[in-house]
């Protein structure tokens, strides 16, 4: 039975006209989910508060010391629901349409993941995955009265700014008041997004369930959420649903997790799942991807005025800088830089988002990119004022859901890295209370490793923080116009403890986009069930993102650096913040000093823009040590492409300041690099794990079969043919030309 009117804060009655589609797919949710009543969230202000309060009612929130946290929750999650579950993750194509032309099982498990995202499930009875429809019905039959004894609250919302021409909708439906609380601050909500739909904007249809339904005089949990791994699914689909087919091609449905991007679903699986889908069959091609957009404004200091002895600046230039790393490798952190003492005369840099990036040209041919989010959801292990104090900021601004972090009896927050020692009375993130000082020891050995135990337990290492990005001290004024940003850098990254230097600039577009598609990265917490520092393929950082053959997501790639203007089409760098040395201490110093890498890349976008061309300085190779002054360098040119000098990144290498920064200087390269006859000289290959990067490399891209273009195979050829002439050798059973692909 429907119920006969959804209840909300504004007039809006079940048989108006003025809810277009949006009606035909509340009906058929509630229809199916059978929820004992319907809310619509109007995206107020008021009615954040009121969800929050409501759920300190029910014991899902705690209110933490609005003295410190004004308007802050803490929630505690089932441990069995603490991050995305990638393995029940599924993109249901057309059929015949898969990620990756072998079916999960075949995917080599040396290559680090089984599931880019999977098609369907895998039946055992049939021998093959579901097809999309067969998956559907099995979304329904989940669906099917999950929503008895509850509420289904249906949020209207917009990734992307309402006014602005990226802007997509959505409608999630969803039996979980907390997710209604994090949509608010991390989408655009409110009724305007209906009267939208009404007029005839499309949507997407995305439904959530926790799976938890409640029998008449069951009480409650404080986290619903289904308890088997296997009963968990978050689909999504891109053909239309035969029963009701004028809701648009594009559908969501996620059962049985309320966390994070299982269950916020206008984060990764509309922004970026979803929409990764549309951007490629859309008739104007663009991109969604994983990235952070910062925002630098270069004002170079051009002499002391003579008169006023004063410092005088040149007119200040601006650039775009995005970055692509896998979740928890530091976009939160690098989106929300802080600019060091020594450039800060110069240098300013805001943030446009940390985590999305739309990707449109503009009339000139230049690469746009709008954060189509609101709110951050960020990692809050290893945030604080000293690693990143824009986002304590942020925080302290309030309005904040944390969620798994440790709380203390004042009702204060706490998480590994936020302050050197934990502090007393503190309450671990399941809720039990840790006995203080435990950690202690006379033995200051003992203790450390105590003390290290301590600290892991009290706050789970994929907690996070739920905030208005509004709230950034460094956010840009104009982040949520609407209006692109022009890209001039895209940087791409993974945790690499070995091998991977520090940063390199390739060459041109396709080269870039073949180390891209090649990025691999340490596992984290970010992902349930995944073996942390296991290394693993991660193409653009975009793996578990990627809405389409994987294949022609890379010719995809290409053909927009095709379409881009010779001018304007950004520069591709990959960069390793990760690197440790043998007793696994990070030999960069990161955070802060990232912004060496991104003032690099701008000051060579400036030289391209000028229209010069980027030479490497003789003065000023990788391992040199003397300082120079050719800061705009692009160093010297490695099999991977250009590597930075010390003093291109304003390190001297004899201070110990810089030495602090950066502990060992073989890291900025994958070769010694000389100067001889005053040119740059690239020396012999520092590390022999080469060969077998690239063999991997080649086994990944094999995946891809005949969706691989030839561009990035020839790319690759000369990749491996680059590395031979800087002397890699194969091993005994192998030979060079082995890593070759064959071109017709
Ligand atoms: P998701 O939100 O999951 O996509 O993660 P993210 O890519 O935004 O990563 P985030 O910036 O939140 O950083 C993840 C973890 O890496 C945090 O614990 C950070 O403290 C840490 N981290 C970030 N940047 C650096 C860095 O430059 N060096 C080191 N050593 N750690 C870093
Ligand atoms: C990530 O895992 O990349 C995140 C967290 O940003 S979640 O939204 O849960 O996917
Ligand atoms: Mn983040």
Redesign the pocket.
Same mark, same amino acid.
């Given at each position: 039975m429907i119920p006969a009117l959804p209840k909300c804060m504004l007039p809006l009655t079940w048989d108006s006209p003025s809810l277009g589609l949006a009606k035909e797919f509340i009906e058929y949710a509630v229809s199916v989910c059978k929820p004992d009543e319907v809310m619509v969230f109007d995206g107020r202000r008021e009615s954040w508060i009121q969800s929050c309060e409501d759920l300190v009612k029910s014991g899902s929130f705690l209110k933490l010391n609005p003295y410190i946290w004004p308007n802050c929750y803490l929630s505690r999650s089932n441990p069995v629901d603490v991050?995305?579950s990638e393995d029940r993750t599924f993109m249901c194509l057309k059929d015949g349409e898969t990620l990756y032309r072998k079916p999960h099982n075949q995917i080599p498990p040396q290559l680090g993941f089984k599931w880019g995202c999977r098609a369907g499930e895998y039946d055992p009875e049939k021998k093959r995955e579901l097809s999309t429809e067969e998956m559907r019905q099995c979304l329904l039959k989940r669906f099917e009265g999950c929503m008895v004894g509850r509420t289904m609250y249906v949020i209207p919302f917009s990734m992307g700014p309402v006014s602005s021409e990226f802007a997509k909708l959505g409608i999630q439906i969803t039996d979980s008041l907390y997710v209604v609380a994090n949509m608010y601050t991390m989408t655009h909500t409110g009724m305007g997004i209906i009267s939208k739909i009404a007029e005839g904007s499309p949507f997407v249809p995305c439904w959530h369930s926790t799976g938890f339904p409640l029998e008449a005089g069951e009480k409650d949990v404080c986290w619903p959420c289904r308890l088997l791994p296997s009963d968990r699914y978050i689909a999504h689909f891109t053909q239309p649903d035969p029963a009701h087919p004028r809701l648009g091609e594009y559908s969501i449905m996620s059962y049985g997790s309320g966390? %994070? %991007?299982?269950a916020?679903l206008g984060?990764?699986c509309y922004a970026l799942r979803i929409a990764s889908n549309m951007a490629r069959r859309d008739k104007v091609k663009w991109m969604a991807e994983?990235m952070l957009i910062l925002h630098v404004t270069y004002t170079p200091c051009i002499g002391i005025d003579e008169v006023t002895k004063k410092k005088k600046y040149g007119p200040a230039e601006y650039f775009t800088v995005t970055g692509a790393f896998?979740?928890?490798c530091g976009? *939160?952190n690098l989106a929300m830089l802080q600019v060091p003492k020594e450039f800060s005369d110069e240098w300013k840099v805001s943030c446009v988002g940390d985590?999305i990036a739309w990707i449109r040209f503009d009339s000139k041919g230049r690469m746009c990119a709008i954060n189509p989010e609101s709110g951050f $959801? %960020?990692?809050a292990p290893g945030t604080s004022d000293y690693t990143n104090r824009n986002a304590m900021e942020t925080l302290r601004g309030g309005n904040t859901i944390f969620t798994n972090v440790g709380v203390t009896v004042e009702g204060d927050v706490w998480w590994d890295g936020l302050t050197e020692d934990p502090p007393k009375g503190l309450v671990d993130w399941r809720g039990h209370r840790m006995q203080d000082d435990a950690w202690r020891d006379e033995d200051k050995e003992k203790e450390k490793m105590k003390k290290k135990q301590f600290i892991k337990s009290a706050a789970h290492p994929?907690s996070?923080y739920t905030t208005p990005c509004a709230q950034c001290p460094i956010i840009d004024p104009e982040w949520n116009t609407g209006k692109g940003f022009p890209i001039d850098v895209m940087l791409f990254g993974g945790r690499r403890s070995q091998l991977m230097p520090l940063a390199v600039r390739t060459r041109d577009w396709n080269q870039g986009v073949l180390a891209a598609a090649t990025l691999r990265s340490e596992g *984290?917490a970010?992902?349930q069930d995944r073996v942390v520092g296991t290394l693993s393929f991660d193409p653009m950082a975009m793996r578990? $993102?990627i809405g389409y053959n994987v294949g022609d997501y890379f010719n995809h790639w290409i053909e927009m650096g095709k379409m881009a203007s010779d001018q304007y089409r950004p520069d591709i760098y990959v960069v390793n913040w990760f690197r440790k040395d043998a007793e696994g201490r990070f030999l960069w110093e990161g955070f802060s000093e990232n912004f060496r890498i991104v003032r690099w890349a701008c000051l060579q976008a400036k030289e391209r823009r000028e229209g010069k061309e980027c030479a490497s300085s003789s003065s000023c190779t990788p391992s040199s040590s003397s300082s120079c002054a050719a800061s705009k360098c692009c160093g010297a040119e490695t099999p991977l492409g250009y590597a930075p000098s010390p003093c291109a990144l304003g390190l001297d290498l004899k201070s110990e300041e810089s030495k602090h920064v950066l502990k060992d200087p073989s890291i900025l390269s994958v070769c010694e690099c000389k100067c001889e006859d005053g040119k740059c000289v690239v020396g012999k290959l520092l590390d022999d794990g080469w060969f077998n990067e690239l063999k991997e490399r080649k086994a990944f891209l094999e995946l891809l079969e005949e969706d691989l273009g030839k561009e990035l195979k020839k790319e690759f050829n000369e990749l491996v043919d680059r590395f031979a002439s800087a002397g890699m050798k194969a091993p005994a059973e192998m030979k060079i030309e082995d890593l070759h692909f064959q071109l017709e």
């Open positions: 991050a995305r966390y %994070g %991007g299982n916020i984060k990764k994983h896998p979740s928890a976009k *939160t985590d $959801f %960020g990692v994929n996070r *984290t970010a992902v578990p $993102f």
